[in-house]
């Protein structure tokens, strides 16, 4: 048999970094899934913090329940027992009563609670109250008080730790609650005072006490914006110390501002550019004109004319005899800029390559003996151009679209490529900038706000499913004016076959119906490439009136005669999603429309509601945020960003604009962290972020 480790004698005393397989009441089984919420140490747990709190300050009288209510009551337990059930089931049960009345409690499949709840405890209680022979409760949520009722009335505050497979947070509360005497008194403050006394939040032993054991809500959230503020605190400072040291290395390419294909540019150009781009494209310049390297975000909202950004960025590097490359995270969208591109070049006689993984086995090979050249050259492709077969003789720039969809690994691929060439990262989820600063504090942010002029605003609206036939007469109305409509299905998953099925049933329903006297196009992710590429083609170039599609079409399609987008069961978009998709329309100068269709409940009414009342993108992520959290703002989480355990960028504003100025405070006076009073900051950086090893000398 194993020798228990618990009993062997080199058992260390109980610290912060024990492993927690080291503590009471942890077995194998509970250590795994405690690894799995990220508790590998003692110190893990207190960092551990509860993710919701019930408060016993709004107890009811047991008198005054009624059936279907949800309740929270205090009472004393008056009788208990287990009693089997016919099916084997073994319930535990026990009355309780308060002032004004009794209560029957039962924990169906709980037996063992009858060894840790005893007669005269106090319990609280949380659940939906049914009424059989009198009062009854199952409680969804439960705190022993012990035997003496110990200020109960004074607002005990129940603590609900997230938990895990195995693991329900009534154990963890528990292991919580029989370790923190042990382990409180050796926390140390990590932060010197005059921080702490900058972020008005209270030291870190008395936080952590606070957000475990609080005694009202109001005290468990002040411990929180403590535990919140060190770790925005931590990600400002190694965005900081990233930057100073990005400007102490001077290794990047001082391009010259030679205004010769840039100029040339303009004057072809059909339009003027909006003040937006100027504004961006003078602080590219700045960045490209520095010997230092630029990691540039330039955060637009839909139809804000990113794309010409990056042109202009790719003619300065090329006017100086650099090769510039442009990213894109589709075939369709590298097409398009590529035609976009090749069209406004063409006056300036400059012919660009395109590179996907679909070119033949000769069209690669002259893409690639033009892209050895020393010559200047702009490259457009998808991740195809991160491949190792894929050379550069003189990269200068890398513009990447839609950027958080690649991963971490193929952004730097490309930008290691050539001579450490300035980078442009381009995104369209248009995030707030406090947020931004957040995620992306290492790079510089521009940010276009403009749309060009002469669009006009798109009318959108929600109907429901009555007033189908009246909408989809509406969107022949628009067809029958020249126009092309879009009607778009939700596949979040292009796995999903039923989601797939929809799609398809609802095309030949509306090839066939509504719309037999139309060209109508499917789209989605499941078709072959060159079936995609033909279908969007045929809509692009007006040979299709109405195109039934998946999401596909989300990510920077540009076809101005499309006025019209109907969007199909819009609950199961997320806001900022809609609004991509709403881009999709409005973007020539005619009046376009969204129409959100269908029946949906209250909730998601009251969410759509503002991405109907809005089209500024910026206000729709902030709401999106707020709803759904940041994975899935960007559809997915991205590794090598900052997550949050406990902070909220977004809820934390204030707490998050004290945390960079405190950043700042300290890497003033401690460049490098090495002073004592950094010791605790530095510490807390080293065990958390894998970053820190490499921006300071951290040990
Ligand atoms: N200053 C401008 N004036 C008029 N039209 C412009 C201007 N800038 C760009 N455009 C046009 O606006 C359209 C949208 O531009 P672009 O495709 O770059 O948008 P985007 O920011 O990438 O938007 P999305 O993310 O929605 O695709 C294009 O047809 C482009 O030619």
Same mark, same amino acid.
């Given at each position: 048999?194993?020798?228990?480790?618990?009993?062997?004698?080199?058992?260390?005393?109980?610290?912060?970094?024990?492993? #927690?397989?080291?503590?009471? @009441? /942890?077995?194998?089984?509970?250590?795994?899934?405690?690894?799995?919420?990220?508790?590998? $140490?003692?110190?893990?747990?207190?960092?551990?913090?509860?993710?919701?709190?019930?408060?016993? !300050?709004?107890? &009811?009288?047991?008198?005054?329940?009624?059936?279907?209510?949800?309740?929270?009551?205090? @009472?004393?337990?008056?009788?208990?027992?287990?009693?089997?059930?016919?099916?084997?089931?073994?319930?535990?049960?026990?009355?309780?009563?308060?002032?004004?009345?009794?209560?029957?409690?039962?924990?169906?499949?709980?037996?063992?609670?009858?060894?840790?709840?005893?007669?005269?405890?106090?319990?609280?209680?949380?659940?939906?109250?049914?009424?059989?022979?009198?009062?009854?409760?199952?409680?969804?949520?439960?705190?022993?008080?012990?035997?003496?009722?110990?200020?109960?009335?004074?607002?005990?505050?129940?603590?609900?730790?997230?938990?895990?497979?195995?693991?329900?947070?009534?154990?963890?509360?528990?292991?919580?609650?029989?370790?923190?005497?042990?382990?409180?008194?050796? /926390?140390?403050?990590?932060? +010197?005072?005059?921080?702490?006394?900058? =972020?008005?939040? +209270?030291?870190?032993?008395?936080?952590?006490?606070?957000?475990?054991?609080?005694?009202?809500?109001?005290?468990?959230?002040?411990?929180?914006?403590?535990? %919140?503020?060190?770790?925005?605190?931590?990600?400002?400072?190694?965005?900081?110390?990233?930057?100073?040291?990005?400007?102490?290395?001077?290794?990047?390419?001082?391009?010259?501002?030679?205004?010769?294909?840039?100029?040339?540019?303009?004057?072809?150009?059909?339009?003027?550019?909006?003040?937006?781009?100027?504004?961006?494209?003078?602080?590219? #310049?700045?960045?490209?004109?520095?010997?230092?390297?630029?990691?540039?975000?330039?955060?637009?909202?839909? @139809?804000?004319?990113?794309?010409?950004?990056?042109?202009?960025?790719?003619?300065?590097?090329?006017?100086?005899?650099?090769?510039?490359?442009?990213?894109?995270?589709?075939?369709?969208?590298?097409?398009?800029?590529?035609?976009?591109? &090749?069209?406004?070049?063409?006056?300036?006689?400059?012919?660009? *390559?395109?590179?996907?993984?679909?070119?033949?086995?000769?069209?690669?090979?002259?893409?690639?003996?033009?892209?050895?050249?020393?010559?200047?050259?702009?490259?457009?492709?998808?991740?195809?151009?991160?491949?190792?077969?894929?050379?550069?003789?003189?990269?200068?720039?890398?513009?990447?679209?839609?950027?958080?969809?690649?991963? #971490?690994?193929?952004?730097?691929?490309?930008?290691?490529?050539?001579?450490?060439?300035?980078?442009?990262?381009?995104? %369209?989820? +248009?995030?707030?900038?406090?947020?931004?600063?957040?995620?992306?504090?290492?790079?510089? *942010? &521009?940010?276009?706000?403009?749309?060009?002029?002469?669009?006009?605003?798109?009318? !959108?609206?929600?109907? +429901?499913?009555?007033?189908?036939?009246?909408?989809?007469?509406?969107?022949?109305?628009?067809?029958?004016?020249?126009?092309?409509?879009?009607?778009?299905?939700?596949?979040?998953?292009?796995?999903?076959?039923?989601?797939?099925?929809?799609?398809?049933?609802?095309? =030949?329903?509306?090839?066939?119906?509504?719309?037999?006297?139309?060209?109508?196009?499917?789209?989605?992710?499941?078709?072959?490439?060159?079936?995609?590429?033909?279908?969007?083609?045929? $809509?692009?170039?007006?040979?299709?009136?109405?195109?039934?599609?998946?999401?596909?079409?989300? #990510?920077?399609?540009?076809?101005?005669?499309?006025?019209?987008?109907?969007?199909?069961?819009?609950?199961?978009?997320?806001?900022?999603?809609?609004?991509?998709?709403?881009?999709?329309?409005?973007?020539? @100068?005619?009046?376009?429309?969204?129409?959100?269709?269908?029946?949906?409940?209250?909730? =998601?009414?009251?969410?759509?509601?503002?991405? /109907?009342?809005?089209?500024?993108?910026?206000?729709?992520?902030?709401?999106?945020?707020?709803?759904?959290?940041?994975?899935?703002?960007?559809?997915?989480?991205? !590794?090598?960003?900052?997550?949050?355990?406990?902070?909220?960028?977004?809820?934390?504003?204030?707490?998050?604009?004290?945390?960079?100025?405190?950043?700042?405070?300290?890497?003033?006076?401690?460049?490098?962290?090495?002073?004592?009073? !950094?010791?605790?900051?530095?510490?807390?950086? &080293?065990?958390?972020? =894998?970053?820190?090893?490499?921006?300071?000398? /951290?040990?």
């Amino acid at each position: 048999m194993a020798a228990d480790p618990r009993r062997t004698p080199a058992q260390p005393k109980l610290s912060l970094d024990t492993p #927690v397989t080291y503590l009471k @009441g /942890v077995g194998p089984a509970r250590a795994q899934a405690l690894a799995k919420l990220g508790v590998i $140490f003692a110190r893990d747990l207190l960092y551990h913090v509860p993710h919701r709190y019930e408060d016993a !300050s709004t107890v &009811s009288r047991i008198a005054d329940l009624e059936a279907g209510m949800d309740g929270t009551v205090i @009472g004393k337990v008056v009788s208990k027992g287990v009693i089997p059930t016919r099916k084997g089931l073994r319930i535990f049960q026990a009355v309780v009563k308060d002032a004004s009345g009794m209560l029957e409690v039962s924990w169906p499949g709980q037996p063992f609670l009858d060894r840790t709840i005893n007669k005269g405890d106090v319990l609280l209680l949380a659940g939906t109250v049914r009424f059989f022979h009198g009062r009854q409760l199952q409680p969804r949520e439960f705190v022993n008080l012990g035997p003496e009722e110990q200020g109960t009335g004074g607002g005990r505050v129940l603590s609900v730790y997230p938990a895990t497979e195995g693991l329900s947070f009534r154990q963890i509360r528990a292991l919580v609650e029989s370790h923190l005497d042990l382990l409180l008194p050796q /926390v140390r403050e990590t932060l +010197p005072p005059d921080i702490l006394k900058l =972020a008005g939040v +209270p030291p870190l032993p008395e936080a952590l006490r606070m957000v475990h054991r609080p005694t009202s809500i109001a005290e468990a959230l002040e411990g929180r914006a403590r535990l %919140a503020f060190e770790e925005l605190l931590c990600v400002h400072v190694l965005h900081r110390r990233a930057n100073a040291l990005a400007r102490d290395k001077r290794d990047g390419i001082a391009f010259a501002n030679r205004r010769q294909l840039t100029s040339a540019l303009k004057a072809a150009l059909p339009f003027e550019l909006t003040g937006a781009q100027t504004r961006a494209l003078r602080e590219i #310049v700045m960045d490209m004109t520095s010997d230092r390297r630029m990691h540039r975000l330039l955060q637009g909202d839909v @139809g804000s004319g990113k794309t010409i950004v990056a042109l202009f960025a790719s003619l300065l590097a090329m006017e100086n005899g650099w090769q510039a490359a442009v990213m894109a995270p589709t075939e369709l969208l590298a097409e398009q800029h590529f035609r976009t591109f &090749s069209r406004l070049l063409e006056p300036l006689g400059i012919r660009p *390559v395109l590179v996907t993984g679909r070119l033949s086995a000769r069209e690669r090979r002259e893409a690639a003996a033009l892209m050895e050249q020393p010559a200047p050259l702009l490259v457009v492709g998808t991740h195809a151009l991160v491949q190792e077969a894929t050379q550069f003789a003189r990269l200068g720039f890398v513009a990447i679209d839609e950027q958080h969809r690649f991963g #971490v690994e193929q952004r730097k691929a490309l930008g290691a490529k050539g001579h450490a060439p300035d980078v442009l990262l381009m995104s %369209a989820t +248009p995030i707030p900038r406090s947020l931004a600063l957040t995620l992306y504090g290492d790079l510089d *942010v &521009s940010i276009l706000d403009e749309k060009p002029p002469g669009r006009q605003p798109i009318t !959108s609206a929600m109907r +429901p499913e009555s007033a189908r036939e009246r909408v989809l007469q509406f969107v022949e109305s628009e067809l029958q004016k020249g126009r092309q409509a879009y009607v778009v299905y939700p596949l979040i998953d292009e796995s999903e076959k039923s989601d797939l099925k929809a799609a398809t049933i609802a095309y =030949a329903e509306l090839a066939e119906g509504p719309f037999a006297s139309r060209r109508v196009g499917l789209l989605h992710g499941r078709l072959p490439g060159d079936e995609k590429d033909a279908v969007m083609r045929a $809509f692009r170039d007006g040979e299709l009136d109405l195109l039934v599609a998946t999401t596909v079409i989300e #990510v920077g399609i540009d076809v101005g005669n499309a006025t019209m987008m109907l969007i199909e069961h819009p609950e199961r978009f997320g806001l900022s999603q809609l609004h991509q998709l709403r881009g999709r329309v409005g973007r020539g @100068g005619e009046q376009s429309y969204c129409i959100l269709l269908g029946d949906v409940g209250q909730e =998601a009414a009251e969410r759509l509601q503002t991405f /109907v009342g809005t089209e500024d993108g910026f206000e729709i992520a902030r709401a999106d945020l707020r709803l759904r959290g940041m994975g899935d703002l960007f559809g997915e989480r991205q !590794s090598g960003e900052p997550t949050f355990r406990v902070a909220d960028p977004l809820r934390d504003e204030e707490l998050n604009l004290r945390a960079r100025e405190a950043a700042d405070r300290l890497l003033t006076r401690d460049p490098e962290l090495t002073a004592p009073e !950094s010791q605790g900051l530095r510490n807390v950086l &080293s065990t958390r972020y =894998a970053r820190a090893l490499d921006l300071f000398r /951290v040990g």
